[in-house]
């Protein structure tokens, strides 16, 4: 297990949150988006973890995100994908 393991299983929480057409505390919105960040420029190949980071963000700014259910479904999507990134 790498320590990058807990803060994406926390960003994947999140967007779980999300994905359940719930909104999450804004600590765990900075929170999860900034570990996003921090995972967008290990590597060239995260453009999802840039449109998660960037929905959270928008959030944890006092945005709103009114999502309908394709964006749930979009919000479970990356969910999976962060946890994926965990496990690697």
Known sequence: ???HTLPLQEAA????TLAAGCVPERAALVAAALTLNTHCHDDTAARDLMDAAAGLE???AGGTLDLDAAGRARAATLAAIVRARAAA
């Open 58 to 60: 928008s959030l944890a």
């Open 1 to 3: 297990m790498n320590g």
């Open 13 to 16: 929480a999140v967007l779980d």
